[in-house]
Structures are given as C-alpha cells and as structure tokens.
C-alpha cells in the first residue's frame, strides 16, 4: 500500500478508484497475438480482423449463421453410456463429464443437431463443440449422428455436418472407435436415399472424426486454415522420416492435393452452401439420367 492509500480518505479514495475492468473484454488471437475487442469480434464471426485466422465458435453460433432469420430447432439427443469402462486419469471420466455439462451449456455432449430452412429449403445440421472435451467422438456423439441422419432421411433434406474434434474419445476405449463404423454405414444409409451430405471442415478437425464420416461428403468444403488430418505432423515425420511442409494438413495444402473440394471463409458459407444445396437437390436425379442413358447406348 502506498502512503497516497494510506492518508487519504475512503470517500475521496473510492472516486479516484478505477473500475473493475471484466477480464474477457479483449481476446488474443492464437495466430497473430493480436488483441480484438469482444464486439469486433462477435461481428466479425470469430475471424481475426488481422490476419484472417478462424477461431473456433459454438454449435448455437453456427446455427444462427446458417440457418434462414437465425430460426432453427433442435433435436433432443439420445444419451450415451456414462463412464462405461470408469475410466480414470489424473480425474474421473465421470468428473469431466459433469464439469463439461455445465448449466450454461445446452447440450450434454459434444454434437449438437438442428434443422431449419436454408435459402427456403428444410436442411438438417449437425455441428461438433470443440470446447466439450476438445470436441471428441463417444456413443453419445454417434448416437446423435445417427440422429441427424434418420432426421435427414425422413424430412427428405441435406444433411451439413460441421466436425471440429481431436478424434474418438480415449475415456471409452474400443466403444469410441465403434463410432467410426456406426456413423459410416448411417452415411451410406443417407447415400442410398439419395440425399446430399455435405461437410464443413473446421480447425481442427482430426483423428477417428476424420477416418470416418468426415471424409465421405458429397462435397467437403474447409474453413481457411483449419487443420485437417488422421495422425499428427510430428507423428507422421518421424514414421516416414522425412520432413514435412509447414502447411502439410492445412486446407489450402489439402485443397491443392484434392483432398476438399472448396475452401470457403466463414462470412461466406452459407451463401455458398446454399447454392450447393440448390444444384444437389434440383440436379439429384442428374446420376439416374446418366445411368439409363449410359444402358441404352448399350455400354456397360
């Protein structure tokens, strides 16, 4: 305590006082370091106004980005299995899941599935939340896939999955990676109805996430940026040995080596995945024509 507390009045300390100044006014980005205040960077939808890098946002963001007025519904999703193998670490995979379905958080695990209108057109969303246990794969989230996908096929629409996830989920050893066949056979059930199933890559989006459902879209669109991939960089440099790119897994590298189809910016998404829906669902039954003229000309 200085000697200007120490002699002066309460009364006159309290006016020349400063405020209590709330702590999450300013937020750095993890790329630049720059730091943007919390309202030019909710308007900007979590894209830094510097360099351009996309922060990760929530599930409800998403929704209200994407979705017709920001009008949307969400599906109540089944819950998994609870601490299964009472798998425990340095705290209890139970402890973990209670802390992360905190009272703020409206879903109980790491997928959230809405659906709504897109450019007037009944599309169905499933969008991951990285921030629950970094976003990763248990029953609970291939119970909720499988969700969106019967939901997808009984409302006849699109179904949008947005994966931002480090993969299966440790806690539930060999269940997690039961994920990876359930949500794939529930993509090939989408397929064979003929509806468009598009993904959106976001950072990161890596592990069992992306050896499964991830990697069968109809179009796979990414965030500029994001990281995309099974095995991490320094994981795979000392398997093969050799060094790596410095954007190796990034989706520009990714878009130059035909492994995503678009990268698109987070302003722009949903004016483009409009358009994709409009010309998936307008030109759905393109295949079929192709396929009997194909017959009809006698080649096989």
């Given at each position: 305590?200085?000697?200007?507390?120490?002699?002066?009045?309460?009364?006159?300390r309290k006016i020349f006082r400063k405020p209590d100044i709330p702590e999450d006014?300013?937020?750095?980005?993890?790329?630049?370091?720059?730091?943007?205040?919390?309202?030019?960077?909710?308007?900007?939808?979590?894209?830094?106004?510097?360099?351009?890098?996309?922060?990760?946002?929530?599930?409800?963001?998403?929704?209200?980005?994407?979705?017709?007025?920001?009008?949307?519904?969400?599906?109540?999703?089944?819950?998994?299995?609870?601490?299964?193998?009472?798998?425990?670490?340095?705290?209890?995979?139970?402890?973990?899941?209670?802390?992360?379905?905190?009272?703020?958080?409206s879903a109980v695990d790491a997928l959230e599935v809405a659906h709504g209108k897109?450019?007037?057109?009944?599309?169905?969303?499933?969008?991951?939340?990285?921030?629950?246990?970094?976003?990763?794969?248990?029953?609970?989230?291939?119970?909720?896939?499988?969700?969106?996908?019967?939901?997808?096929?009984?409302?006849?629409?699109?179904?949008?999955?947005?994966?931002?996830?480090?993969?299966?989920?440790?806690?539930?050893?060999?269940?997690?990676?039961?994920?990876?066949?359930?949500?794939?056979?529930?993509?090939?059930?989408?397929?064979?109805?003929?509806?468009?199933?598009?993904?959106?890559?976001?950072?990161?989006?890596?592990?069992?996430?992306?050896?499964?459902?991830?990697?069968?879209?109809?179009?796979?669109?990414?965030?500029?940026?994001?990281?995309?991939?099974?095995?991490?960089?320094?994981?795979?440099?000392?398997?093969?040995?050799?060094?790596?790119?410095?954007?190796?897994?990034?989706?520009?590298?990714?878009?130059?080596?035909?492994?995503?189809?678009?990268?698109?910016?987070?302003?722009?998404?949903?004016?483009?995945?409009?358009?994709?829906?409009?010309?998936?669902?307008?030109?759905?039954?393109?295949?079929?024509?192709?396929?009997?003229?194909?017959n009809s000309a006698g080649i096989i």
């Amino acid at each position: 305590m200085s000697w200007l507390e120490r002699f002066t009045r309460p009364k006159v300390r309290k006016i020349f006082r400063k405020p209590d100044i709330p702590e999450d006014l300013w937020e750095k980005c993890p790329k630049c370091g720059q730091m943007i205040f919390h309202r030019d960077l909710a308007s900007n939808m979590k894209v830094c106004t510097q360099c351009g890098f996309h922060m990760q946002i929530s599930p409800k963001r998403r929704f209200e980005s994407l979705f017709d007025d920001s009008i949307y519904e969400l599906l109540d999703l089944p819950k998994g299995v609870n601490d299964p193998l009472r798998f425990r670490d340095r705290k209890r995979y139970s402890e973990r899941l209670r802390e992360a379905r905190n009272p703020d958080r409206s879903a109980v695990d790491a997928l959230e599935v809405a659906h709504g209108k897109m450019g007037d057109r009944e599309t169905v969303i499933a969008a991951f939340d990285f921030s629950f246990l970094g976003g990763s794969m248990g029953v609970s989230v291939g119970n909720g896939f499988l969700s969106a996908t019967k939901l997808a096929i009984s409302k006849r629409a699109p179904l949008i999955v947005i994966p931002s996830s480090g993969g299966a989920r440790m806690q539930e050893g060999a269940l997690s990676l039961m994920q990876m066949a359930r949500t794939t056979i529930a993509v090939d059930e989408l397929k064979a109805a003929d509806l468009p199933y598009i993904v959106v890559f976001t950072n990161p989006t890596t592990g069992g996430v992306t050896a499964s459902f991830s990697m069968l879209g109809d179009i796979a669109i990414a965030e500029p940026g994001a990281l995309i991939g099974f095995a991490g960089q320094r994981v795979i440099e000392e398997t093969i040995r050799q060094k790596l790119p410095d954007d190796f897994q990034k989706s520009e590298y990714l878009l130059d080596h035909g492994m995503v189809d678009m990268v698109i910016p987070r302003k722009q998404l949903r004016e483009e995945l409009i358009k994709i829906i409009s010309i998936l669902t307008d030109h759905g039954d393109l295949r079929n024509i192709n396929e009997s003229q194909t017959n009809s000309a006698g080649i096989i």
